[in-house]
């Protein structure tokens, strides 16, 4: 006779032992040993099958011996232990295709659908003028009413003519050429011109430089008002023709003037330039250089919120292909109109999305746009403009309640929103989107709110990665932390900057850009700005975090605000200094400031020994400001050192100075 296998006795005894188990309840809730092989069949898969034995047999007996609860599923019955295993089985099945079982790493990255375009901003320009070249393209405000603009071919044929007139003059690929001007209408003119001609147009602001900064790798320079021109003609001399020479600035070779009411002797003029283009034959001055989309278009100088101004280079690809416009997610198309009060050289400025989708432009002089009393003027402005897109800052959100307007899309960024803030713009707004950019990176993320949506906004919100961008949040030591943990950001994108004039700026890892921004990813994958690294202060050898410190003084009655700045000691080490900007005819005691610290604060030492709170105070009526809004932490700085009046050695003075020194440090020219 045939040989029985032999578990089938295995199977015997744990079918006998079962039974008995089963009998104490009842033969209703016995379970059969066909039973338990169809579950362990199922869900472990260790059932022994054609005679092989079974590891999981004798585990299953001594669980069913214990079972004290049995639950009723799908008309079978199965005990707390069988649940256990189909968890376990779930969990297992879900990481062979590919779920995450464990915690989520604080990284991002949704592909962007649309294929990228590889062209030139002029060239996207010239299909866009080909396409339709009477559709208005930008519009400048001058005041709030004088008004000026181009349509798509005059834009593009003036750009082409300055082009030329610079190509007379001498003008190379790869030259650099300061575009020193207000925004007014033919800023994109003289922008797109040199581009044209293979120079790099270098933007700056007016007001917000340091001379050594701008001009020390330029080749052209094209001035608006009186105030450069003084600060030019200090260092170099200006010959017959705009011929410039100087021992400071040697790469310069070409002054124009944009104004005959400030226009220096010698100097060239850009409308005289492009009028004796004009009777030449069409072809003269036409051996324009083989501009490749990769290839600079611009530079642009970063905000210089520690006062350390680094210019990063951009491509005609990044500007062309760049998420600024969130055309992808608002559906944004070429007869939409924004009006954006920023400058156009600033990052958040540049009418890139004229570019990329080809919509109307409208800006015009930030200080006139952006004064609060102008504000009915503006809305008459919107309504005139049919404007479907505008961009505010957080500030002025609140502003319009009450006014009978009603915008399609409501743009902010630049600084932490509060959810009243979201709130409010959706008064006057179909929908708000956040914004979360920076001069090296154009747009990193955004986040699109509505009334049906608004609970899920919470304070500091940035929003979630554009498409086609990489974000990740890193410790100290480099490493993704888990969502919900803060960390540093980094960024990653085919639009991002294409390195620092100069070698200036951070190192790019494996295409990273770290940024200075610590903040936490949430489940959703949206970020949520928790501070910056640069608002660390030192206190002997230790960080501090300044948010540890505000939030504390910020609720002393007296304090409208507060700023942490450092300050050299005699030990050659720093102290901290704590900057108060006073309510409008009101002082401060600062001694009743201190006891509100120990008072208040729930870490008054860190590491036990050493006190947080600040040594030195010193008051400010207002803070100086940059340009752009942010405060000036170098100037504020300099007057703390002088308000304190503390009697430095010389070497502290000497490191402060050369502290300072290397934030303005000249770039070397690259290409």
């Known amino acids: 006779m045939r040989e029985e296998p032999k578990d089938l006795t295995r199977r015997d005894s744990i079918q006998s032992d079962t039974s008995d188990t089963s009998s104490t309840s009842g033969r209703k809730n016995s379970v059969t040993l066909k039973d338990v092989g169809k579950s362990l069949g199922r869900r472990a898969g260790m059932v022994s099958m054609s005679g092989r034995k079974s590891i999981a047999e004798p585990k299953l007996q001594n669980r069913r011996r214990n079972s004290t609860s049995q639950q009723q599923t799908l008309g079978r019955t199965y005990s707390g232990d069988d649940e256990k295993i189909r968890a376990l089985e779930k969990k297992k099945e879900d990481f062979r295709k590919g779920k995450r079982v464990r915690k989520q790493k604080s990284y ?37 009413t004088d008004r000026r603009q181009l349509t798509r071919r005059e834009l593009y044929d003036q750009a082409w003519t300055f082009a030329r007139a610079l190509r007379k003059h001498g003008v190379q690929h790869g030259d650099r ?24 147009s270098v933007h700056v602001v007016m007001g917000n430089f340091n001379m050594r900064n701008v001009l020390v790798n330029c080749s052209v320079l094209i001035v608006e008002t009186d105030k450069f021109w003084k600060d030019v003609l200090a260092n170099c001399d200006i010959l017959p023709g705009g011929k410039i020479v100087s021992e400071s600035f040697p790469y310069l070779k070409l002054a124009i003037a944009v104004s005959p009411d400030c226009r220096p002797a010698n100097t060239l003029l850009t409308d005289e330039m492009m009028e004796e283009i004009e009777p030449l034959h069409p072809d003269d001055y036409t051996d324009f250089p083989i501009v490749d989309p990769e290839d600079t278009a611009f530079i642009k100088h970063t905000s210089g919120t520690s006062g350390a101004f680094k210019w990063a280079k951009h491509a005609h690809f990044n500007a062309v292909n760049s998420p ?33 989708v080809g919509w109307k432009n409208v800006t015009g002089d930030p200080q006139v746009l952006n004064k609060r009393g102008n504000l009915p003027l503006n809305i008459e402005i919107w309504q005139n403009e049919s404007i479907t897109n505008i961009v505010l800052a957080p500030l002025n959100l609140t502003d319009l309640r009450g006014y009978d307007v009603r915008i399609k899309t ?106 200075d921004d610590v903040a936490i990813m949430l489940k959703t ?63 401060v005691d600062f001694d009743s400031v201190r006891e509100h610290c120990y008072k208040k604060m729930r870490e008054k030492y860190s590491f036990s020994w050493m006190t947080m709170v600040p040594r030195y105070f010193v008051a400010f009526e207002a803070f100086p400001k940059l340009l752009n809004g942010k405060f000036d932490k170098v100037k504020i700085i300099e007057g703390a050192i002088e308000m304190l009046g503390l009697n430095f050695s010389a070497n502290a003075l000497m490191r402060l100075k050369q502290a300072q020194e290397e934030k303005y440090a000249i770039p070397v020219k690259s290409d």
């Open 177 to 200: 050429v300061a575009l020193c001007a207000h925004n007014f209408v033919n800023w994109l003119v003289y922008d797109i011109g040199i581009q044209i001609s293979g120079g790099v």
């Open 410 to 515: 409501v743009g902010t960024g630049g600084d932490l929103l509060t959810h009243e803030q979201v709130h409010s713009a959706l008064a006057f707004g179909d929908r708000v989107n956040i914004a979360y950019s920076g001069g090296e990176l154009y747009r990193i993320a955004s986040r699109i709110f509505t009334e049906k949506d608004i609970h899920e906004h919470v304070d500091g919100m940035l929003g979630r990665p554009c498409l086609g961008v990489e974000l990740k949040v890193i410790n100290h030591l480099g490493h993704v932390v888990d969502r919900g943990v803060p960390g540093v950001v980094c960024v990653r994108s085919p639009w991002m900057l294409r390195g620092y004039e100069g070698g200036q700026g951070k190192k790019r890892h494996n295409g990273w850009v770290q940024t």
């Open 324 to 356: 600024h416009s969130d055309c992808d997610i608002l559906n944004f198309t070429e007869d939409d109109a924004r009006i954006n009060g920023r400058h156009m050289a600033y990052t958040g400025g540049y009418p890139v999305g004229m570019f990329s």
């Open 108 to 144: 991002y990255h949704v592909p962007k659908p649309d294929p990228l375009i590889y062209e030139t901003i002029p060239e996207r320009l010239r299909k866009f003028a080909e396409k339709r070249p009477d559709k208005i393209s930008t519009v400048v405000y001058h005041t709030m």
């Open 525 to 587: 994958g949206d970020l949520v700005m928790k501070g910056r690294t640069t608002e660390l202060v030192r206190k002997n050898d230790l960080n501090i975090l300044t948010q540890l410190m505000e939030v504390y003084i910020d609720s002393h009655p007296e304090v409208y605000k507060v700023l942490f700045v450092n300050v050299p000691n005699e030990q050659g080490s720093e102290d901290v200094c704590g900057c108060v900007q006073t309510y409008l005819g009101k002082g």
